[in-house]
């Protein structure tokens, strides 16, 4: 067992009857005369939700062991999606539950990171902050248009809707944050 004195982000916790929960911040506090204690954000790995939790400084808690292995995604499979480990080109089989909204900005051949618990099951799946795609669907660029002055929806190569300036067109690269879903800027070829 470890202790709030071993919180990480990011860490792994085991809570509310084996359900997994990712550490997204944490602040241990020590008010005036009162004992101090650890107040905690965690997300659900199941559901995505947000909860808070407040822990006394030191409580024993049910930490998860993670083992991270870099994979490549080669194909979706009906609702599966299919990887290749990098290493013993053994293939594994992630459900789209697991994979999340991560599948909107990842294209056959992109790496990514799968999180695997100490007893082997996908835990979660982790790709770079920020990618690159092409825009294959949008309404036509004016002459006058600015990157300031407002947006447009556009598709992307992933099937993702993003917001875009308004002087972008089709077959424009576009750096898109994986986090948030937010365009970021465009990528000259």
């Known amino acids: 067992m470890a202790s709030t004195n071993d919180f990480r982000i990011g860490s792994v916790l085991r809570m509310d009857g084996g359900e997994l929960y990712r550490i997204e911040e944490y602040e241990h506090r020590t008010p005036g005369n009162l004992r101090a204690f650890v107040q905690a ?15 006394r400084s030191g409580e024993e808690v049910d930490m998860v062991r993670m083992e991270k292995k870099p994979f490549q995604f080669l194909y979706k499979d009906g609702e599966d999606f299919v990887f290749m480990d990098n290493a013993t080109y053994e293939q594994i089989t992630v459900p789209m ?25 996908v835990i979660s799946l982790e790709v770079p902050a920020a ?59």
């Open 41 to 55: 954000k965690l997300r659900s790995l199941r559901t995505g939700n947000l909860k808070e939790m407040r822990y």
């Open 97 to 121: 539950l697991k994979v999340g909204d991560i599948s909107k900005y990842i294209r056959e051949s992109d790496s990514a990171d799968i999180l695997f618990s100490e007893d082997g099951e």
């Open 131 to 189: 990618v690159i795609l092409k825009i294959i669907e949008t309404d036509p660029g004016m002459k006058g248009d600015t990157a300031t002055g407002g947006t447009k929806p556009a598709k992307l190569e992933t099937g993702a809707m993003v917001n875009v300036p308004l002087f972008l067109n089709e077959g424009d690269q576009v750096k898109v944050d994986t986090r948030t879903g937010q365009y970021m800027e465009r990528v000259k070829k």
